[in-house]
């Protein structure tokens, strides 16, 4: 990515409550999408236009649950006896996939230690409470 990363701030008119998640999540995405806002909505970060990338968060993050035992258990490389190539299993192609799309949407959505510590990101005072007054938090 180029250029200069907008500042995340609180927002004003932010949602207060965590909204129902749309229909047609599995299990593990609405279980995401249900800590993914609570962690916006507390850190005053979540308006209504978010619920779409936060859906697509998720989305994407129950899919990493579902691939990874997978994954886990192939070798990360195959070999063609015939040619010698050697190719990435496809399992571990489509994990890559969508771990760095979770990457990109959690960057968006200020879910992220980099985008959280960017200048100007409020997060909400409980990550405040003890830190000496010296520490830009």
């Known amino acids: 990515m180029r250029g200069v990363r907008p500042q995340l ?4 008119g932010g949602l207060s409550k965590v909204p129902a998640p749309p229909a047609g999540l599995n299990a593990a995405a609405r279980e995401e999408w249900a800590r993914t806002c609570s962690e916006l909505i507390d850190r005053s970060a979540l308006v209504k236009s978010d619920l779409p ?4 968060y998720a989305t994407c993050r129950a899919m990493v649950i579902k691939l990874r035992p997978d994954a886990d258990k192939a070798e990360p490389f195959l070999l063609n006896e015939k040619t010698g190539a050697i190719k990435q299993h496809p399992a571990h192609v489509t994990l890559t996939k969508y771990l760095s799309l979770c990457l990109r949407y959690e960057s968006e959505l200020g879910l992220t230690p980099a985008a959280r510590n960017r200048k100007g990101f409020q997060t909400g005072g409980k990550a405040d409470e003890g830190a000496p007054p010296w520490l830009d938090l």
Do not use: N, P
């Not at 701030?9 to 004003?12: D, K, L, S, V, Y």
């Not at 990338?53 to 697509?56: F, N, S």
């Open 9 to 12: 701030r609180a927002i004003e």
């Open 53 to 56: 990338t936060v859906e697509m």
